[in-house]
């Protein structure tokens, strides 16, 4: 008797077909390859996922990143506005201030003006007064010296 050298798959191998026959063994096989390309399939699936994964991170750091900008330039251009509506404010209470105290000293000068007329009425009322008493007093005077006369 001749011993021929297998290994133990090829033994179990043609014990299955002998026992099961040739569809248990081809069926066996096709799982084993179902099995293959499904763990391919799957390896093939979640490469595929992970880069797309990868693509939509980079794509949503692409999009904070310029969300952020234009959140600075809007900010930026916001500050900007405050700045010039802060100044022209300014401007503006500056101007009104310098036209306040331009208006006050014009009435304080029409003031001094009026009590200055007031004055100068008041003396030369004072002045017609003294007149018209020297007049009546000299007019008695006359009015006398003519009648003795």
């Not at 401007?91 to 200055?116: F, S």
């Amino acid at each position: 008797m001749t011993q021929s050298v297998t290994s133990p798959t090829q033994d179990l191998d043609a014990l299955r077909e002998i026992l099961f026959g040739a569809e248990a063994a081809r069926l066996e096989a096709c799982m084993t390859a179902n099995q293959s390309a499904a763990s391919v399939d799957l390896r093939e699936l979640e490469r595929r996922v992970g880069e797309r994964l990868d693509e939509l991170t980079s794509r949503i750091a692409t999009q904070q990143a310029e969300t952020a900008r234009l959140q600075q330039e809007h900010a930026e251009h916001v500050t900007q506005m405050l700045d010039q509506m802060l100044a022209q404010l300014g401007h503006r209470l500056d101007t009104l201030v310098t036209e306040t105290r331009e208006r006050l000293d014009g009435l304080q000068q029409r003031a001094a003006e009026l009590e200055r007329r007031k004055l100068n009425a008041a003396d030369f009322g004072g002045t017609l007064a003294t007149l018209g008493q020297r007049f009546a007093g000299g007019g008695d005077g006359a009015q006398q010296q003519l009648r003795a006369g």
